[in-house]
């Protein structure tokens, strides 16, 4: 596509509940990221693909926290029994590959509110 | 631990002066420096990259980079309303981890 598509834009999610947030990159970019940024705070990484690699998940904050990427394209991250601090605006983002001077390009963002 | 220092502001200019915004970062190894800009309640937008020491041109913002005392800088001349924005500096190492370093961001206004 023309660009990073995110869906749904705004989740609102009883405490406890699963969700799941989509991220379709652009088309050829075999990096994708998924951040994430609560309100009025920086961008905190979460987890990472290149390729066929495995995945870097350092930044996933708990096990609660998933994400999977199928065939190199669109991704979904997966958030059990959900609490009221994963509140905040999913981000996710695509590049060429995994060069340090690829620059991002960011989705719209899933702002997820946890009731 | 890599770190990305920005002022976190508002830095607030008239309309029609010169914005500059400054990063520092704390990887010596740092090869690779973007400026991303934030409108409120938008994501971030990918307005310059920069790898080589000096200055990087492009339209009414220039990208400066000074490896030796490891900062950054953006300026944006003939600053514009439409300019606000939260300005956020991310800087990236030559191997190992493709995750670049982000800052928590400046705050910009440009009041007419």
């Known amino acids: 596509g023309a660009g990073v598509s995110q869906s749904p834009s705004n989740k609102v999610t009883e405490k406890g509940k699963d969700v799941e947030l989509r991220c379709d990159p652009i088309s050829g970019h075999t990096a994708l990221y998924w951040y994430r940024q609560s309100l009025g705070q920086g961008l905190e990484f979460l987890i990472y693909?290149?390729?066929?690699?495995?995945?870097?998940k350092s930044g996933l904050p708990s096990d609660r926290f998933s994400a999977e990427r199928t065939g190199g394209s669109v991704s979904t991250l997966t958030i059990q029994r959900t609490q009221q601090e994963d509140s905040a605006v999913y981000l996710c983002?695509?590049?060429?590959?995994?060069?340090?001077?690829?620059?991002?390009?960011f989705g719209s963002g899933t702002r997820l509110t946890v009731v | 631990q890599k770190e990305v220092e920005q002022n976190s502001g508002p830095l607030s200019v008239p309309e029609g002066a010169i914005a500059s915004l400054n990063c520092t970062y704390s990887?010596?190894?740092?090869?690779?420096f973007f400026w991303y800009r934030q409108y409120s309640g938008k994501s971030p937008e990918l307005i310059m990259s920069i790898y080589s020491n000096g200055d990087k041109e492009d339209g009414r913002f220039t990208a400066q980079l000074n490896k030796a005392s490891q900062y950054v800088s953006l300026l944006i001349r003939d600053s514009q309303p439409s300019d606000s924005a939260t300005y956020l500096c991310?800087?990236?190492?030559?191997?190992?981890?493709?995750?670049?370093?982000f800052g928590r961001g400046t705050s910009l206004i440009v009041h007419p």
């Open positions: 983002a695509s590049s060429p590959g995994s060069q340090s001077n690829y620059g991002y390009t």
């Open positions: 990887d010596r190894v740092s090869q690779s």
């Open positions: 693909f290149q390729g066929n690699s495995a995945p870097d």
């Open positions: 991310a800087v990236n190492s030559a191997g190992g981890s493709y995750i670049p370093t």
